[in-house]
């Protein structure tokens, strides 16, 4: 007989969907960085990269912004998915890690780009999932901890 996995809370498919789009997200960016970053307008944003550590090697062609896209955002992400998936104890941590990664990759756009929105509409957008993510996992930790019991 095969063991049924425990279903999970209202904030727990709340943080699965986060950590799903905004994982998928990332794989689809990178791909566009890699294999569309002249047709999508992204090579544009390498003169503002200049001014990160590094610039003059990293951030000469779309290859690197792209590889820091999936590795910072779309790898802890889908990570983050998988242990929600595999309803692993610790995956409302991974998520709220992940939620405070992106939250510091927006704000590193609003200082690196210049313009309202670190030069993208969609910045603040993704602060506010970032946010979301982290307030709903942290929401699910506490819909899950076993209450404390009080003696009779």
């Keep these: 007989m095969t063991p049924t996995r425990a279903p999970l809370t209202c904030w727990g498919r709340w943080s699965l969907g986060w950590t799903l789009f905004v994982g998928l997200?990332?794989?689809?960016?990178t791909t566009g960085f890699?294999?569309?970053?002249?047709?999508?307008?992204?090579?544009?944003?390498?003169p503002a990269m200049q001014v990160l550590p590094l610039a003059d090697v990293?951030?000469?062609t779309t290859?690197?912004?792209?590889?820091?896209?999936l590795v910072l955002i779309g790898l802890p992400h889908l990570t983050a998915a998988g242990l929600i998936l595999a309803r692993r104890p610790?995956?409302?941590l991974a998520t709220v890690l992940?939620?405070?990664i992106l939250m510091g990759w927006t704000g590193l756009q609003f200082w690196v780009f210049p313009g309202w929105f670190g030069g993208n509409p969609l910045s603040p957008a993704y602060f506010a999932f970032g946010l979301a993510e982290a307030v709903m996992a942290c929401l699910w930790r506490r819909a899950v901890r076993p209450s404390a019991q009080v003696p009779a």
């Excluded at 997200?25 to 960016?29: D, I, M, R």
């Excluded at 290859?63 to 896209?69: A, D, E, K, S, V």
């Design 25 to 29: 997200g990332a794989v689809a960016g």
């Design 34 to 46: 890699w294999f569309g970053a002249d047709y999508l307008g992204l090579t544009q944003l390498l």
């Design 58 to 60: 990293l951030f000469q």
């Design 63 to 69: 290859f690197w912004p792209g590889l820091f896209l």
């Design 90 to 92: 610790r995956a409302w």
């Design 98 to 100: 992940s939620g405070a």
